[in-house]
């Protein structure tokens, strides 16, 4: 397996002219869920997600040589232009962890501003695409100073094996459309380390497919990622559902390929439901989803029926209700969602987002 462990990446500090390196990464939606984790970030079963669009994190990284002769990280951090400790907590502890990665890291004065397109309050969680912004700016900074990752797909791959440690679901932000993460038979590439492209081994349908988030809660605190994976440890239904998460990526894998709507919306729709149920009948255990967020479901199955239109749900670790469809009938399925379900939702809130490009550099 490749380690990314370099101790070769230490710089002649003298050299280095101060800089700064800025990515716009979008958050994903997994589909089939990663839930439950093993060692140093790696996962139980494999994943696959669609990568958003509009919810994303901006993330400048700047640097110059630093000043102090000690080792530590020496880190300024800013959140929406404000100072935030547990946030440049988070952050420093990471850069400290992949520092047998970048050895470079203990060598710069390091600023990193960050801040995300959508509310902090709307329940979407950020770890996806925020650590991932910070995993390519790494990477990127590494090129710059050293050279290295000529290479596209190199790039992107060691992008995605770093932002797997900062958050699991982030090795997935980096490509477009979709991505798969979890070693499997019928994926060539597949790994457990790093996420791979998808966009070439799926139907044109994808590349236009709408997931608006209906904001059934905007307060309700999902679990966090530490405790939910570690609900799986003894979990009594863990291998089964392990299992059956491989069992599904082989049929998802299929429909997707092809445009099976039908297919790749029941298992997305089983997925949801299934992560919610292994954190209902874990211990301890979480019901997360609210009354609206079955309302809603409820709605858009009977929409569903009536007219025959391929909209599909899933959901996070927390109450909010993906609506997914593709783009041609956006114009039909958007007055349903206006009409029938943002009225459920907190202060009528929702956002409206879709598969998109992937991260890209400002
Ligand atoms: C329910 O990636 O947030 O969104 O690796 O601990 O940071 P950590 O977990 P995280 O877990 C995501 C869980 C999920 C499903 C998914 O995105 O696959």
């Not at 230490?10 to 994903?28: C, H, K």
């Not at 979407?124 to 900074?141: G, H, K, R």
């Not at 599909?312 to 041609?328: C, E, I, K, Q």
């Amino acid at each position: 397996m490749q380690d990314y462990k370099n101790p070769n990446l230490v710089l002649e500090t003298a050299q280095v002219e101060p800089g700064s390196i800025t990515w716009r990464s979008p958050s994903n939606l997994a589909i089939i869920k990663y839930w439950g984790k093993h060692g140093r970030q790696l996962p139980k079963n494999p994943s696959l997600s669609l990568t958003l669009s509009s919810s994303f994190t901006d993330t400048l990284l700047e640097y110059r040589p630093k000043e102090s002769g000690n080792r530590d990280i020496s880190l300024e951090f800013t959140f929406h232009g404000e100072p935030n400790e547990p946030f440049r907590d988070k952050v420093l502890k990471y850069l400290e962890n992949v520092t047998d990665m970048f050895p470079f890291l203990r060598q710069l004065d390091l600023t990193v501003r960050t801040g995300n397109s959508f509310p902090h309050s709307a329940g979407i969680a950020s770890s996806a695409s925020a650590m991932s912004a910070l995993a390519l700016c790494l990477c990127s900074l590494e090129h710059e100073l050293f050279g290295t990752l000529d290479d596209d797909a190199d790039f992107d791959r060691k992008a995605s094996f770093t932002a797997r440690l900062g958050s699991g679901s982030a090795c997935r932000s980096i490509f477009p459309v979709a991505a798969l993460w979890g070693q499997i038979g019928e994926a060539a590439g597949s790994s457990d380390y790093w996420a791979i492209p998808m966009a070439d081994h799926v139907h044109a349908v994808f590349k236009d497919f709408h997931d608006d988030i209906l904001i059934a809660s905007a307060e309700a605190k999902s679990v966090s990622s530490r405790a939910g994976h570690g609900l799986m440890d003894g979990h009594p239904f863990a291998d089964a559902r392990f299992a059956d998460a491989k069992r599904k990526m082989h049929f998802l894998l299929e429909a997707m390929r092809k445009g099976d709507l039908e297919t790749f919306g029941s298992i997305a729709e089983s997925e949801a439901l299934t992560l919610h149920a292994l954190m209902m009948s874990s211990t301890p255990s979480f019901t997360l989803l609210k009354p609206n967020t079955l309302e809603m479901m409820e709605r858009l199955r009977r929409y569903r029926e009536e007219t025959g239109h391929p909209v599909f749900f899933s959901l996070d670790a927390g109450p909010n209700l993906h609506v997914l469809y593709p783009g041609d009938i956006v114009h039909e399925v958007r007055p349903f969602i206006e009409e029938e379900l943002a009225p459920l939702c907190e202060d009528g809130k929702y956002l409206q987002d879709w598969a998109g490009e992937g991260p890209v550099q400002v």
